[in-house]
């Protein structure tokens, strides 16, 4: 598309959509302030109480061996965090619900597709033109987020009770690649949901669906298989050498005969470790390090914004063959 | 400005600003076709010395913004006027009447008229009303039509014909 | 070129096929009247050639190109009988949207005929009456400069006095512009002044497509005894026919009233009255051509 029909189709969408255009990066911004905000308090707490040497996660432990009363208190477990965490993610698919869904599926419904697509623009342009900018506009706000969630949750991730491990969900997901990359998916999910059903509140529940089970499959199939791929492999003994728990991921561990052969499980016998080593079994570590995490987050959300890609194209074709009706 | 009688009547400004010292109407009830009724109005105002020779006739898109008629209908009317030698069309500039018709002078006129007011009289006094008498003088010009008096009335195309256009062309093709 | 051509159009909703083996060639230049009786699959048709609907069987054309193609987009301009606005916006900011989905706006057409309407810009469109949003409609329609015009039921939501000053405006642009328009109405008297070329549909199919000349030049309207009409079926073509005690009126095509039958020209509505209560009765194209029954 030409830049002039770039410019048209912005001032269309501002004409139209003026709500979702302001709207967007309001509800993305005012909470990336807030946990900015929240950061910048707690960091301070941290630093007014000389608590920065304690933010050194303990490679055994996971916590911290900080042993100091303010620390203690500081850490006190609370669920809060992961609550917060959640809420965090759930805001693309508020995002995706009220303001993707109903981009197509409104126009329909209220039948100003009847307007919109008998004027100069095809169906499949104004598409394109239209919700094309408005997904980069969330996708950048959505990156701004990320990194303000991801800011806070540098140091909100102490005060959850559990061990600092940068492997886990939360870990992973509250980065600005990866919330990006949701509201990618997420709005070219409920585009396709609307542009499908044709019909706001039935196009709405299809988008909670689709979105839920994309989620699921992210969460159980999709990242274990990734984080399985490409691992560095390490001999370890039954003491020493592991790799560290809070910046790796362990993949998968097992015995080595010397002849190579692996052992299935542990042998029935009294003391294994003993006879492991009169054996001459080795342990085997296969994990990943601390610097594939970015290449595993780029990849998945890759992947992410890849499906996206394709439902934005369904849409447009579906478009396409069958504008009206 | 349309009335209850289905008259469309002429505003007391010209929308056409003077161009024309006439302007259309049109009777709905009528039936006699739209194009056919501007030429009589045109036929009319001839006679009655409302048009002259070198007046301009309303320009089409004048007619069709207070009409709201099919600008073919003026043209059929103008087609019509020009192959009966009245009027002219100059393109671009609009259509004017060429020649004046060779009709009854104006006493001539005055003395039929006054001969028709006599047998109007005579009709009311007989009992006939008003839509007795336009039954009597439609049947009378029919036949008068009919029965070879078309020859003699002055002005008729020289396709002959009746009322009914079909009739005019039957069986052809438009 | 023709405005309009249709080759066996079709368009089937579920099991019911709203338009049926349609063949249509309508010249440019022409005021085609859409008529026939609700459900008869007008706004199908109109929305087929508009591009809003894609059809089942058969093909169209409009102005030579595929509806929905960006050259008809260029060139046809639609109104649908929902008269579709955005109606959340300002009058100002509908006009704004309409201008940059277009390439070819003209701007000053749509203020002038706005202003001289009376309707203010900052007005809201849902809150405009349904008059004014059919008005706001047809101006955005012809601001776009089309050489066709697709109107669904233009004047339905019109006062009279609207209905005559949007049909007048609308004759206008055909004179001055050679401006093609195709419109579905109800009020058959209405269509009489203004349409040059008629369409009937009727259940789906087409019953009659010619031009209005040709269609009065060569119809009758016949009044006469009751207990002729049978020997007057092999006289004339008798289109419908209709007793009432002890007289009859009878839509013929033929030319002259045969003896015996009084004959008078047909207005508009005689015409497409008597097509729809004989719904075998067709004329296809020019009239020349043998009824069909």
Redesign the interface.
Known sequence: MTAMAVR??T??TW??HRFSVVGIPAVFLLPALALFADGVVQRHYLSVHHLNGCLVANATTGGSSCGSAAWVSFISPSSTPNVIAVAVLALPVLVGLFAGVPWVAREFE?????????????PQR?LLGTFGPLVLLAAVSAAMYGAAAYWWYQIAQWQTGTSIWSWRWSSFELTPLSIAGWTVLTMALALLCGVLIRRVLPAMIAFIVTLGACVYLSQTLLRPWLFSIGPAVKQVSTSAGWPSSTTTYTVQTWLQAPSGQRLSGLPAVNNVSAWLAQHHYTYWVAYQPHNHLIWLELARNGILVTVAAFAVLASVWWLR????? | M?SIYGFTMVTVKPDDNGLSPIAFY?D?GS?V??YLQFVHQVDYALRLGFLREGDQLPR??DV??????????VMKAYRELELRGVAAGRPGVGTFITQAPDIAGLKQMAGLQKKLTGWLGEAAAAGVDELGMKALFTVALRDFNDGGGAARLPGRDARGGG???????????? | MNAIETRGLGKR?RRTWAVRDCDLTVPAGQ?TALAGPNGAGKTTLL?IL?????PTTGTATVLGAAP?S?QA??TV??M?Q?V????H?RVA??L???R?????WDADLAVERLSALGMATSARVGKLSGGQQAQL?LTMALA?RPRLLLLDEPLASLD??AR?DV??????C???DGLSVVFSSHVI?ELE????YLVVLSAGRIQVA??V????????ALTGPADGVDDLYDQVEIVTAQRAGRQALVLAR????PPGWA???V?MEELVLGYLREPAARVAG???VEIVR
């Not at chain 1, 209220?110 to 095809?122: H, I, K, L, N």
């Not at chain 2, 009322?163 to 093709?173: F, L, N, Q, Y």
């Open positions: 048209r189709m001032r269309a004409y139209k209220s039948g100003a597709f009847r307007f919109t697509w008998t004027q100069g623009t095809s104004w063959i069958r504008p009206a009706d | 349309p049109l709905r039936g076709p739209t089409i898109k069709t913004r207070t009409l709201a008629v099919n600008p073919d209908t009322v009914a256009r079909g009739a005019r062309r039957a069986g052809g093709a438009a | 909703y005021v929305r508009a591009g809003l609907a894609t929905g960006p987009r260029a301009s639609a649908d929902t579709p606005l955005y109606r916006l900011g509908q704004a949207a309409a940059a989905l277009n390439d070819q409609a776009r009279p006095l005559q049909l007048g405006w609308l004759m206008t055909v004179a001055e008297a002044r203004v349409a040059s010619a031009t000349d040709g269609l009065l030049d060569t119809h009758l033929t030319g002259a009233a004959g008078r020209p207005t020019e009239p020349g």
